[in-house]
């Protein structure tokens, strides 16, 4: 996995990634694994489009997705970047001077912060 990922991420994920994958959260892993493999994820799935959705449309809402998603969305951008660092966009990395550099050329950020 480490090689479609930045050195940013890298070194994230193994300075703080045990902290955040620790035990507890191996042992859920394994709960919803045993749920795949025994069909208990298909059988609610299934029963859940045989009714109409109504529970996976609820969970869509704005107010229900993941917080990690507005973490993400908010700190990938051209200002939130120190010097030097890299952010990944899809599977090219780039650094923080050259994102600066395409929001200037973009018209996002006055040419004197670039």
């Known amino acids: 996995m480490h090689q479609f990922i930045s050195e940013t991420a890298k070194?994230?994920?193994?300075?703080?990634?045990?902290?955040?994958?620790?035990?507890?959260v191996k042992n859920e892993m394994?709960?919803?694994l045993k749920e795949v493999q025994s069909?208990?994820?298909?059988?609610?799935?299934?029963?859940?489009?045989?009714?109409?959705?109504?529970?996976?449309?609820r969970l869509l809402k704005p107010g229900?997705?993941?917080?990690?998603?507005?973490?993400?969305?908010?700190t990938a951008g051209p200002h939130a970047v120190a010097a030097g660092s890299e952010v990944t966009h899809g599977r090219k990395s780039r650094s923080s001077a050259d994102l600066r550099h395409h929001a200037a050329?973009?018209?996002a950020v006055p040419p004197a912060a670039a």
């Open 30 to 32: 394994r709960k919803v």
């Open 64 to 74: 229900r997705r993941s917080p990690d998603r507005k973490v993400r969305r908010g």
């Open 39 to 57: 069909g208990k994820f298909a059988r609610q799935w299934i029963r859940e489009n045989a009714q109409g959705r109504v529970n996976y449309q």
């Open 105 to 107: 050329r973009r018209g």
């Open 11 to 24: 070194y994230g994920d193994l300075t703080r990634g045990p902290r955040i994958v620790n035990e507890r």
